[in-house]
Protein backbone atom coordinates (compact mmCIF):
# COMPACT_ATOMS: atom_id res chain seq x y z
CA UNK A 1 0.00 0.00 0.00
CA UNK A 2 1.14 3.53 -0.21
CA UNK A 3 3.66 4.69 2.21
CA UNK A 4 3.73 8.01 3.73
CA UNK A 5 3.58 11.33 1.41
CA UNK A 6 4.67 14.96 1.88
CA UNK A 7 4.62 17.68 -0.38
CA UNK A 8 6.75 19.33 -1.41
CA UNK A 9 9.80 17.56 -1.76
CA UNK A 10 11.79 20.70 -1.94
CA UNK A 11 10.47 24.65 -0.54
CA UNK A 12 12.52 27.21 -0.75
CA UNK A 13 11.32 30.74 0.75
CA UNK A 14 13.06 34.35 1.57
CA UNK A 15 13.18 35.31 5.04
CA UNK A 16 10.09 36.47 6.51
CA UNK A 17 7.68 34.58 4.49
CA UNK A 18 5.12 31.86 5.61
CA UNK A 19 5.23 28.74 4.66
CA UNK A 20 3.01 25.04 4.68
CA UNK A 21 4.81 21.41 4.46
CA UNK A 22 1.45 18.78 4.18
CA UNK A 23 1.97 15.29 5.34
CA UNK A 24 -0.39 12.52 4.29
CA UNK A 25 -0.08 9.71 6.82
CA UNK A 26 -0.41 5.79 5.86
CA UNK A 27 -4.48 5.40 5.62
CA UNK A 28 -5.72 3.94 9.26
CA UNK A 29 -2.90 5.46 11.18
CA UNK A 30 -4.52 7.70 13.75
CA UNK A 31 -0.89 9.06 15.04
CA UNK A 32 1.07 11.30 13.14
CA UNK A 33 4.61 12.66 14.32
CA UNK A 34 6.37 15.99 12.63
CA UNK A 35 10.07 16.15 13.49
CA UNK A 36 13.00 18.48 11.95
CA UNK A 37 16.28 16.77 11.13
CA UNK A 38 19.13 19.86 10.29
CA UNK A 39 22.55 18.99 8.62
CA UNK A 40 24.40 16.25 10.22
CA UNK A 41 21.32 15.68 12.95
CA UNK A 42 19.18 13.27 13.85
CA UNK A 43 15.45 13.63 13.72
CA UNK A 44 13.98 15.73 16.52
CA UNK A 45 10.30 15.31 17.44
CA UNK A 46 8.47 18.35 17.02
CA UNK A 47 4.68 17.59 17.50
CA UNK A 48 2.59 14.35 17.81
CA UNK A 49 -1.45 13.82 17.10
CA UNK A 50 -3.28 11.22 18.24
CA UNK A 51 -6.33 11.64 15.70
CA UNK A 52 -7.17 15.27 15.42
CA UNK A 53 -5.64 16.92 18.76
CA UNK A 54 -1.74 17.91 19.31
CA UNK A 55 -1.26 15.47 22.35
CA UNK A 56 2.17 16.68 22.80
CA UNK A 57 3.41 19.93 21.51
CA UNK A 58 6.71 20.16 23.63
CA UNK A 59 9.52 20.12 20.73
CA UNK A 60 7.75 23.14 18.60
CA UNK A 61 10.78 25.51 18.50
CA UNK A 62 8.70 28.76 19.23
CA UNK A 63 5.22 30.35 18.49
CA UNK A 64 6.23 30.39 14.72
CA UNK A 65 5.84 26.86 14.16
CA UNK A 66 2.36 25.77 13.85
CA UNK A 67 0.46 21.97 12.43
CA UNK A 68 -2.57 20.81 11.96
CA UNK A 69 -4.36 17.78 11.39
CA UNK A 70 -8.13 18.75 11.04
CA UNK A 71 -9.95 15.59 10.09
CA UNK A 72 -7.46 13.17 11.76
CA UNK A 73 -5.74 12.30 8.73
CA UNK A 74 -3.67 15.00 6.46
CA UNK A 75 -1.59 17.05 8.85
CA UNK A 76 -0.05 20.53 7.41
CA UNK A 77 3.17 22.16 9.86
CA UNK A 78 3.36 25.73 9.06
CA UNK A 79 5.77 28.12 10.02
CA UNK A 80 5.50 31.48 10.08
CA UNK A 81 8.21 34.54 9.47
CA UNK A 82 10.81 31.91 8.68
CA UNK A 83 14.18 32.24 9.52
CA UNK A 84 17.52 30.99 8.51
CA UNK A 85 17.93 28.96 11.05
CA UNK A 86 14.58 27.13 10.20
CA UNK A 87 16.52 25.23 6.79
CA UNK A 88 16.63 21.96 7.56
CA UNK A 89 14.49 18.64 6.18
CA UNK A 90 11.28 17.81 7.82
CA UNK A 91 10.09 14.84 8.52
CA UNK A 92 6.60 12.99 9.31
CA UNK A 93 5.64 10.10 10.39
CA UNK A 94 2.57 7.82 11.01
CA UNK A 95 1.70 4.70 13.11
CA UNK A 96 -1.42 2.73 14.49
CA UNK A 97 -1.54 4.78 17.47
CA UNK A 98 -3.06 2.23 19.77
CA UNK A 99 -1.52 1.29 22.77
CA UNK A 100 1.56 0.74 23.53
CA UNK A 101 4.79 1.32 21.12
CA UNK A 102 3.87 0.97 17.54
CA UNK A 103 6.70 1.40 14.51
CA UNK A 104 6.61 5.01 12.85
CA UNK A 105 6.60 5.00 9.61
CA UNK A 106 8.55 7.82 8.05
CA UNK A 107 7.88 9.58 5.08
CA UNK A 108 10.83 10.84 2.28
CA UNK A 109 10.55 14.64 3.93
CA UNK A 110 10.24 18.38 2.84
CA UNK A 111 14.11 20.08 2.35
CA UNK A 112 13.05 23.63 3.60
CA UNK A 113 15.85 26.33 2.68
CA UNK A 114 15.21 30.00 4.37
CA UNK A 115 16.90 32.50 1.99
CA UNK B 1 17.81 14.27 30.27
CA UNK B 2 16.97 10.76 27.98
CA UNK B 3 19.49 10.62 25.31
CA UNK B 4 21.16 8.31 22.17
CA UNK B 5 24.79 8.56 21.53
CA UNK B 6 26.13 6.96 18.30
CA UNK B 7 30.06 7.87 19.53
CA UNK B 8 31.49 7.40 15.23
CA UNK B 9 30.37 10.18 13.01
CA UNK B 10 31.73 8.60 10.22
CA UNK B 11 33.11 4.39 9.07
CA UNK B 12 34.59 3.16 6.66
CA UNK B 13 34.72 -0.60 5.69
CA UNK B 14 36.08 -2.95 2.85
CA UNK B 15 33.00 -4.49 0.97
CA UNK B 16 32.61 -8.07 2.56
CA UNK B 17 34.09 -7.34 5.44
CA UNK B 18 31.96 -7.27 9.00
CA UNK B 19 30.50 -4.20 10.69
CA UNK B 20 29.55 -2.67 14.21
CA UNK B 21 27.73 0.53 14.84
CA UNK B 22 27.67 1.34 18.08
CA UNK B 23 24.83 3.02 20.23
CA UNK B 24 24.17 3.90 23.79
CA UNK B 25 21.49 4.92 25.85
CA UNK B 26 20.64 6.73 28.77
CA UNK B 27 17.78 5.99 30.88
CA UNK B 28 17.21 3.81 34.45
CA UNK B 29 14.78 1.70 32.78
CA UNK B 30 15.13 -0.07 29.53
CA UNK B 31 13.65 1.82 26.61
CA UNK B 32 12.28 0.59 23.19
CA UNK B 33 15.43 0.52 21.05
CA UNK B 34 15.22 1.01 16.89
CA UNK B 35 17.62 1.13 14.18
CA UNK B 36 17.20 2.76 10.75
CA UNK B 37 18.65 3.74 7.75
CA UNK B 38 17.77 6.69 5.43
CA UNK B 39 19.67 6.74 1.58
CA UNK B 40 19.95 10.08 0.20
CA UNK B 41 16.80 11.17 -0.88
CA UNK B 42 15.28 8.35 1.31
CA UNK B 43 12.64 8.12 4.01
CA UNK B 44 14.05 6.47 6.96
CA UNK B 45 13.62 2.77 6.87
CA UNK B 46 13.02 0.89 9.82
CA UNK B 47 16.18 -2.02 10.12
CA UNK B 48 15.11 -3.57 13.09
CA UNK B 49 13.22 -3.01 17.19
CA UNK B 50 13.80 -4.28 20.35
CA UNK B 51 10.84 -4.28 22.70
CA UNK B 52 11.69 -7.23 24.99
CA UNK B 53 12.49 -10.88 25.36
CA UNK B 54 15.66 -11.99 23.46
CA UNK B 55 18.39 -9.55 23.67
CA UNK B 56 19.88 -10.93 20.08
CA UNK B 57 16.95 -9.22 17.42
CA UNK B 58 17.24 -9.76 13.55
CA UNK B 59 16.34 -7.18 11.10
CA UNK B 60 16.07 -6.73 7.37
CA UNK B 61 18.63 -7.31 5.23
CA UNK B 62 20.95 -9.16 6.94
CA UNK B 63 21.52 -6.85 9.92
CA UNK B 64 21.19 -7.56 13.51
CA UNK B 65 21.50 -5.66 17.22
CA UNK B 66 21.96 -6.63 20.96
CA UNK B 67 20.90 -5.11 23.61
CA UNK B 68 23.37 -5.08 26.51
CA UNK B 69 21.72 -3.91 29.44
CA UNK B 70 25.05 -3.82 31.66
CA UNK B 71 26.50 -1.51 28.96
CA UNK B 72 23.71 0.59 28.11
CA UNK B 73 23.86 -0.45 24.13
CA UNK B 74 22.34 -1.55 21.35
CA UNK B 75 25.47 -2.35 18.48
CA UNK B 76 24.18 -2.78 15.31
CA UNK B 77 25.64 -5.37 13.30
CA UNK B 78 26.51 -7.04 9.79
CA UNK B 79 29.11 -10.27 9.17
CA UNK B 80 29.37 -9.31 5.67
CA UNK B 81 29.11 -5.60 4.31
CA UNK B 82 27.41 -4.74 0.37
CA UNK B 83 28.47 -1.74 -1.46
CA UNK B 84 24.39 -0.89 -1.09
CA UNK B 85 24.57 -0.97 2.42
CA UNK B 86 26.83 3.05 2.21
CA UNK B 87 24.07 4.63 4.13
CA UNK B 88 23.72 6.64 7.06
CA UNK B 89 22.44 5.03 10.20
CA UNK B 90 20.53 5.89 12.79
CA UNK B 91 19.63 4.59 16.34
CA UNK B 92 16.36 5.48 18.29
CA UNK B 93 15.00 5.17 21.66
CA UNK B 94 11.01 5.58 22.99
CA UNK B 95 10.57 6.06 26.38
CA UNK B 96 7.02 5.03 25.83
CA UNK B 97 4.85 7.15 28.34
CA UNK B 98 1.56 9.05 26.16
CA UNK B 99 3.78 10.06 23.79
CA UNK B 100 5.83 7.81 21.67
CA UNK B 101 7.89 10.04 20.05
CA UNK B 102 11.20 8.72 19.09
CA UNK B 103 14.78 9.92 20.61
CA UNK B 104 17.50 10.08 17.98
CA UNK B 105 21.25 10.12 18.24
CA UNK B 106 22.96 12.21 15.26
CA UNK B 107 23.63 9.14 12.86
CA UNK B 108 26.54 7.22 11.60
CA UNK B 109 27.58 7.30 8.03
CA UNK B 110 28.80 4.51 6.90
CA UNK B 111 31.06 4.44 3.51
CA UNK B 112 31.83 1.17 1.98
CA UNK B 113 35.16 0.26 -0.07
CA UNK B 114 35.20 -2.16 -3.21
Known amino acids: GAGVSQTPSNKVTEKGKYVELRCDPISGHTALYWYRQSLGQGPEFLIYFQGTGAADDSGLPNDRFFAVRPEGSVSTLKIQRTERGDSAVYLC?????????????FGPGTRLTVT | AQSVTQPDIHITVSEGASLELRCNYS??????LFWYVQSPGQGLQLLLKYFSGDTLVQGIKGFEAEFKRSQSSFNLRKPSVHWSDAAEYFC????????????FGTGTLLAVQP
Open chain 1, 93 to 105: ASSLGLAGVHEQY
Open chain 2, 27 to 32: YGATPY
Open chain 2, 92 to 103: ASNYGGATNKLI
